[in-house]
Each structure stands twice: as C-alpha cells, then as structure tokens.
C-alpha cells in the first residue's frame, strides 16, 4: 500500500492533492517527505481573509514537519503561491495545513501538545527530536485556539488565589471556575494588584461578572474591595483553608523570634526542626512527632501557646449555627488580644475586621466548594516546577491554561496521542 493511500485516509485538504513520496536525507537523517500540489485550475486563497484571489508566482519550496511515521521524521513539501487579494494586495497564499511562517503542520502541533500535557515540554521534544521551543509553539497554537473556542456560559463561581512564581516575590493572580461539575483555570495574569484583578473583570465582562453569585478569596484587602465593586452579586467567602494559613503564619513568626531568644541567650534551641511539629494538625502527625509535641507543651512556649490558640478556634469550622460561631469567634478574638503574641492579636484584629465575610463561610457551608481553589492551586504549582525552562510569565501562563484550563482543542486526526 502507498504512503499516499494511508495518508489520504488521515488528512483531506480540499484544494490540495498529494504527490510523490521519497525518501530524502534532512538534518543528518532519512526522512520520509511527501510533495504536496494544488488541485489543477484552483485559485489560491488569500492567507488572511481566505479570499481567493489571482495567482502571482510561486514561493520557493518549503518543508512543513508532520506526524513520525515508525522510523522517520515525515514531512510536507510544498511551493506556496503568491496571489493577489482585492482587500491585502500581493499575499502568500492560505495553507490549511499551516499558519504563517510555521514549518511545523497544524496536525503535529496538536499530537505533540498532547503529549506536552503527559510528559514536560523538556522530556517531549526530547522524546520527539525536536526543540523546546517547537513544542511551546505547539502547545501556544493549541491554547489559543482553546482560549478562542470555550465557552464562558453559567459561571457562577469562582475563587480567587494567587501563587508565587520563579524564585523571587513574583506572583501570578489565578482566577479559577469552582461551579460543582466544571472546575478550571478561568484566567490567569501577572503580579498581585489591583489593576490585575480589575483586567481580569474587564476580560469576562460586565455581564458574566453580574451573574457571578458566590466568589471565593483570601482577605487581601485591596481585592476585596475589586470583588464587591466588580461582582456586586456575589457572595465573598473567605474560606478555611486561607483564614488557617494566617494562623501558621502568625505560629511561624512566634516561632523564629523565640528560636532567636534561644541562640542569643546561648540556650538549647528546643524548637530546632520543631517547624512542621507546629504548622500540622495533630491528626496528621506521626506517633514520635505526637510525642515530641507533648515535650514541647510541658515548656510554656510562645509558639506551643500559639500552637494551642489555633487548635482552638479550629472548633469555630464545626458549629452548625452561624450565631453560635459568631459568639464563639468574638470570645476567642477577646482572649487572644489580651495575650502577648503580637503576631496572633494581628489575627485575631483581622478576624474581628473581616467577620461579615467569614461569616459567609456558613451561609455557604456545604455549597461552594472553596476547597476546589486549593485543588487546582496544587496542580499549578506542579506545573511550574515541571516548567524548567520556562523563560517568562507568558510562557507560564501558556503551559498552565494548557493543563488547568480544560480548554476544547482543535480537531485532531491521529490516535496515539
Ligand atoms: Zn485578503
């Protein structure tokens, strides 16, 4: 069987017939290329409007790279005509197998993005004897046409977060769809401001944000205030899991200040690798670190103080009736802000100015998925830390539409990928 009668099978393109094929060598190695020519008597398309127009000469031949055939790197050879378009003047003619000056065919950018979202975009074009940047084209080509194609209809929740990025206090703001069924990657852009988070409600609109009816986000105050402007709609829950990590913050604090006591008075640092001890909660801690801790609350610590004060309030998550945690949370601010741990009075400060929003929390308990946020800020720190080679936030965001964003892909005629 011909090469030609497998590849008609796979690919059709209207205008366009397969010629010869011949074995040829390219870059040091035999490859398989496939002479592509215009179906006799057809006009060229114009490559911007796909207007047909008259032809005006032929381009030298190029190679496009296509789809590996067992041993062989395979590609298209073709000579792009010229025409003469009545809106854009003297043009390349449109490829249906191609865009613009890419030498890699539209069917292979979609097989090798496949495989970029399995495997790092490092490992794929190693696999594929191809460059990285090859490969963040690809991907780039498939997240455009994803970002182009999905549709943005019933979001009506949504959470907020943002991640630190490279080595350094970057940070990526991350808008995700948290509806029960469809949680993604709705946006993502760089440094935490106000004017990034107020790009991202211009970009969904005015519409779609008026639909908005539960958002989820940490109390930075800045956002808060974006949040109940631009979703004016919507419910702001402050949820658990960022309430919590202030307190481990505030935990952490104490705990670096009384290690520095320890050294400057020469004495036993008793919390040395004692970090994670403080930062978990007890069900979480193995027999020997429970044992340890109970060492440690025998010693009358600020941090175990702490420690203690935020296995406290974790009770405020269980109440059933938000009244009750109302009552509960205003008694366990009242005490904390008569301690001498000036990192958890500013907790308990902030709780006291924020508790419409948590109170939120209860008003939801059970609906909104907050969690979801958490979820997927994993997977995106995953993905940066395969990402070794990503040069620029653009690159990032790429790479994480294209694994978070469950965007809809372009038609693809090969299995096996
Ligand atoms: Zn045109």
């Known amino acids: 069987m011909l090469v030609k009668t497998v590849l008609n099978k796979v690919e059709h393109f209207k205008s366009f017939v397969f010629g010869t094929v011949i074995f040829e060598k390219i870059e040091g190695a035999e490859a398989l290329v ?64 191609s865009y613009g000056k890419e030498r890699t065919t539209i069917s292979y950018q979609i097989y090798l993005a496949r495989w970029a ?67 993604r990657l709705l946006w993502c852009g760089p440094e935490r401001r106000v004017k990034t988070l107020l790009r991202f409600f211009h970009e969904f609109g005015k519409e779609r944000s008026e639909k908005l009816r539960f958002v989820c986000s940490d109390m930075w105050q800045p956002y808060l205030k974006v949040i109940a402007k631009k979703a004016p709609n919507a419910l702001n829950i402050l949820d658990r899991f960022h309430i919590m990590k202030k307190f481990n913050e505030a935990i952490d604090e104490i705990r670096r200040i009384e290690v520095k006591q320890f050294k400057s008075q020469n004495q036993e640092n008793v919390l040395a690798r004692g970090r994670w001890l403080l930062l978990k909660r007890p069900k979480n801690l193995s027999d020997k670190q429970t044992a340890r ?38 008694n366990w601010v009242t005490r904390a802000l008569q301690t001498n741990l000036e990192p958890m009075k500013k907790v308990a400060n902030m709780l006291r100015s924020h508790k419409p929003l948590i109170m939120n929390w209860f008003k939801t308990k059970g609906h909104v998925s907050c969690g979801a946020v958490e979820g997927l800020n994993l997977k995106a720190k995953l993905t940066i830390r395969k990402a070794y080679g990503f040069k620029s936030t653009e690159c990032l965001k790429i790479a994480l539409y294209h694994t978070l964003g469950k965007l809809p892909e372009p038609q693809c005629h090969n299995r096996f990928c």
């Not at 109970?294 to 938000?322: C, H, I, P, T």
Request: some cysteine; proline content about 4%.
């Open 117 to 183: 979202r399995r495997l790092s975009w490092k490992e794929t074009a190693e696999v594929f004897e191809t460059s990285w940047d090859s490969i963040y084209r690809a991907v780039r080509f498939v997240v455009h046409y994803g970002l182009d194609n999905r549709i943005l209809d019933n979001i009506t929740e949504i959470g907020i977060d943002e991640i630190a990025v490279f080595f350094g206090q970057k940070y990526l703001t991350m808008v995700y769809q948290i509806n029960a069924g469809c949680t």
């Open 293 to 330: 801790l109970g060492d440690l609350v025998k010693l009358n610590l600020s941090s175990v103080k702490a420690y203690l004060m935020r296995e406290d309030f974790q009770r405020f998550w269980e109440y059933k009736r938000a009244d009750y945690a109302e009552r509960f949370l205003e």
């Open 34 to 97: 496939i002479e592509v020519n215009a179906r006799a008597n057809s006009k060229p398309e114009c490559s911007k409007c796909e207007k047909k127009g008259k032809p005006h000469g032929t381009l030298p031949s190029r190679l496009f790279e296509y789809v590996p055939f067992w041993k062989f790197k395979v590609f298209f050879r073709y000579s792009p005509r010229r025409l003469i378009c009545p809106e854009h003047g003297a043009i390349v003619e449109a490829m249906p197998w």
